[in-house]
């Protein structure tokens, strides 16, 4: 089993270019979460999935967008890429249950230049 | 408004000595709480948890203490070991409702084991 999988690992991009961070599980989990962290910080949320067709809204959702048309793939949109967005970001599953750990991907370290 | 705390940025320990990271919450609905492990380069990796039911929890050398009076929790570790070097992060969840597992998490403390 993979886990959890993030592609790219690295990325560069100019200010105003658009990209979509993949991430794929195959431990069959229902909610997905993606959470950036930025130097010297803690994960804040950016938006979470909790099953295919459902989305909302995290902690820090501006600037991003997402779509969950399979239980496996949770894909994250940058739209008009901007410097605040440079971050590591990290795709994360868990299992439907009232006490939930999350399963992290090994991240995506975006540079926005 | 930062509901988890890790108020110390970093932690230097001898080998098998102990190592003990804290963590603060503001949050009063938060009831369950986790505590992970990210090495250089990875995801962080989920080490061991605990539900406000509980005041302890322990799982090899890792023990995990919940004061819910305070609102601290704290995690163990005996002996400490080189491998234990790493970024410990304390993150917390309300169990229940629509929470759906989401996690807030504290800043991060850097571990540092030395032979």
Known sequence: ?113 | DQQVKQNSPSLSVQEGRISILNCDYTNSMFDYFLWYKKYPAEGPTFLISISSIKDKNEDGRFTVFLNKSAKHLSLHIVPSQPGDSAVYFCAASSAGGTSYGKLTFGQGTILTVHP
């Not at chain 1, 592609?7 to 794929?24: A, D, V, Y």
């Not at chain 1, 099953?51 to 997402?66: L, Q, R, S």
């Not at chain 1, 008009?80 to 939930?100: E, I, K």
């Open chain 1, 1 to 113: 089993n993979a886990g959890v999988t993030q592609t790219p690992k690295f990325r560069i991009l100019k200010i105003g270019q658009s990209m979509t961070l993949q991430c794929t599980q195959d431990m069959n989990h229902n909610y997905m979460y993606w959470y950036r962290q930025d130097p010297g910080m803690g994960l804040k949320l950016i938006y979470y999935s909790v099953g295919a067709g459902i989305t909302d809204k995290g902690e820090v959702p501006n600037g991003y967008n997402v779509s969950r048309s399979t239980t496996e793939d949770f894909p994250l949109r940058l739209e008009l890429a901007a410097p605040s967005q440079t971050s590591v970001y990290f795709c994360a599953t868990g299992w439907t249950g009232r006490y939930t750990e999350a399963f992290f991907g090994q991240g995506t370290r975006l540079t926005v230049v």
